[in-house]
């Protein structure tokens, strides 16, 4: 029986656990697609809610602490940017976090011998991999993954030199939106041969699908994401009164955390919409999935943060066309590679209330024209973004990187 190859994934985004919804998926989900082909081994931080080792599937999860017990503040919800910008004081374990990751992966290039690592994000994961390869493994090549934060944010001097180094430096690139290879080669002048747009999967067979036996709330509007700046719940905040006017029942359902929620259970209560926002926290998938077969549509009202940081593009809005739930996003460049105006959704202006209100009202109030839509979204979806049909595509990369 041939062995199979072996690849050293690292990554600050995954589960805390089997069963926690604090942080996404998608890399987990990737990783779990690509052990059906390949031996996989994780790094990843550790969390308080988490194990130093543990299995999902045939996947190893290996993580590291990087602070004192009960101190691990820069992997808690809402990732390790939207924690520096809540607290600067989490700049102190910034450090610590590199040395504990270095350290982390030093040990496992000197442990076993792996015929590709995967980066997801360029900062710090690309960053750090490519400081070591020369040390442990020159031979070994790099595939590095960026999923937008990492891209658009970071912009100070040193920042933006270690980003293009290391995009120099790794042999392959894929970015998950056209939007963000555009910004590789035009801003940072990235060879355009080495990238590859390839978006992360999503579970539309046994996940994310349209449940026959839930009945849709007729009205249910629904925000799923990290309560951090880029996510731009305030201005959905601040649309709510005009939507209650002309929709006096709707209420929205706020699934997510993160370091904003004080901020904008302040903002819904000088709104005057409280009483008509649930923040729900955050959830599992299954219990996601659910809230989408119920919702009435999804907003997204998504924005171009002050330090640069967007979105690479807008998993969520994928997760809602598979269960044939209506989409209103902001009219983001990278965000139009899932959600084509009045095609597979509906686009609105950043940052206007105004706008935000008038989609989610023409949504309900053209329900015929929107049922067409929802079925054609849904197919898109599963045409593109389907989780083995992506997990495919990275076999093939892989394949062509990894040397016989």
């Known amino acids: 029986m041939t062995q199979k190859k072996r690849i050293l994934v690292l990554t600050s985004t995954f589960p805390h656990s089997k069963k926690s919804g604090a942080a996404p998926g998608f890399v987990k989900d990737l990783c779990v697609t690509l052990a059906e082909k390949y031996h996989i081994d994780v790094v990843t931080p550790f969390t308080e809610d988490s194990k130093l080792f543990e299995k999902f599937g045939s996947v190893s999860v290996y993580r590291y602490r990087y602070a004192l017990p009960g101190m691990h503040y820069l992997t808690k919800e809402g990732g ?5 910008k809540r607290n600067r004081l ?9 040395c504990a990751q270095y350290s982390k992966v030093w040990s496992m290039l000197k442990k076993n011998r792996y015929d590709l690592i995967h980066a997801h994000w360029i900062i710090p994961q690309g960053w750090i991999v490519t400081k070591l390869r020369n040390k442990l493994c020159a031979n070994t090549p790099i595939l590095c993954t960026s999923h937008g934060g990492d891209l658009y944010g970071l912009n100070h001097s040193f920042w933006q030199t270690q980003k293009i180094d ?13 939007a963000m290879k555009d910004h590789c080669i ?9 990238i590859d747009v390839i978006s992360m999967g999503i579970d539309l067979k046994t996940l994310f699908y ?3 036996y839930v009945k849709r709330q007729k009205y249910s509007l629904l925000f799923v994401g990290r309560l951090v700046e880029k996510k731009g719940l305030k201005y959905l905040i601040r649309a709510m009164p005009l939507i209650q006017a002309q929709a006096p029942g709707i209420t929205l359902y706020v699934i997510g955390d993160g370091p904003l929620r004080t901020t904008l259970e302040i903002e819904a209560k000088e709104y005057g919409c409280l009483d008509k926002v649930q923040f729900v926290g955050a959830l ?19 924005i171009i943060a002050e330090d640069g940081d967007q979105e690479g593009l807008g998993l969520v809005a994928v997760e809602a066309m598979g269960c044939k739930c209506p989409v209103v996003a902001s009219d983001i460049k990278a965000i139009r590679d899932s959600v084509k ?4 959704g509906f686009l609105c202006k950043p940052k206007s209330p105004e706008d935000i209100a008038e989609k989610v009202l023409y949504v309900l109030h053209n329900q015929e024209e929107v049922k067409a ?30 040397p016989n």
């Open 80 to 84: 390790i940017l939207a924690n520096l």
């Open 90 to 98: 989490n700049y102190f374990w910034v450090p610590f976090l590199l």
């Open 166 to 178: 290391t995009l120099n430096q790794v042999n392959h690139i894929t970015v998950v939106s056209q």
């Open 186 to 194: 035009n801003t940072l002048n990235i060879d355009q041969k080495k």
């Open 210 to 212: 349209r449940m026959p």
């Open 284 to 302: 599992a998938p299954p219990a996601v999935a659910l809230y989408y077969n119920k919702a009435r549509l999804l907003v997204m009202p998504s």
């Open 341 to 344: 105006h009045e095609v597979t």
């Open 373 to 402: 839509i929802t079925s054609r979204a849904q197919q898109f979806a599963t045409e593109q973004f389907e989780l083995n049909k992506v997990g495919e595509q990275y076999a093939k990369l892989i394949e062509t990187m990894i």
